[in-house]
């Protein structure tokens, strides 16, 4: 786990943690359907926290909302504020067999947000 990920997972509110992964979401050009798979949660249950926020959510959904943060803070560290840096996520990338990031993100494997979690960091440690 992560600096980035640990701080957020020990210190925020759901709503605080949900409306941070709808933001990152947005800036991605995705889609509130896809909320679910990066959350790794079932649609159902990704409704019903937006319209009723729970008072607690899972560690895992905490830390898959770390990584996004993470992913986010870092590409804009590497890229300023440029639209590249909400664009790099929908670019074919060696690092990833010339996969999209954003494509392994939605396969819903918290070890694809951590494996791009962990490339950005690389990149600009």
């Known amino acids: 786990m992560t600096t980035t990920t640990l701080n957020l997972t020990l210190a925020i ?3 605080t943690a949900l409306k941070a992964a709808e933001r990152v979401t947005e800036r991605w050009h995705l889609r509130r359907q896809d909320l679910p798979a990066l959350l790794g949660s079932k ?21 898959r909302i770390g990584h ?3 992913i986010y803070d870092a590409l804009h560290t590497i890229f300023g504020d440029s639209d590249y840096a909400d664009r790099w996520i929908h670019e074919p990338n060696l690092a ?8 392994l ?14 490339y950005l960091q690389q990149a600009f440690a």
């Open 13 to 15: 509110a759901p709503a």
């Open 43 to 63: 649609p159902r249950t990704v409704r019903s926290w937006y319209e009723n926020t729970p008072s607690a959510l899972d560690q895992d959904v905490l830390e």
């Open 68 to 70: 996004l943060v993470g």
């Open 96 to 103: 990833f067999g010339e996969k999209k990031p954003a494509d």
């Open 105 to 118: 993100m939605l396969s819903g494997s918290f070890t694809a947000l951590v494996d791009v979690h962990r």
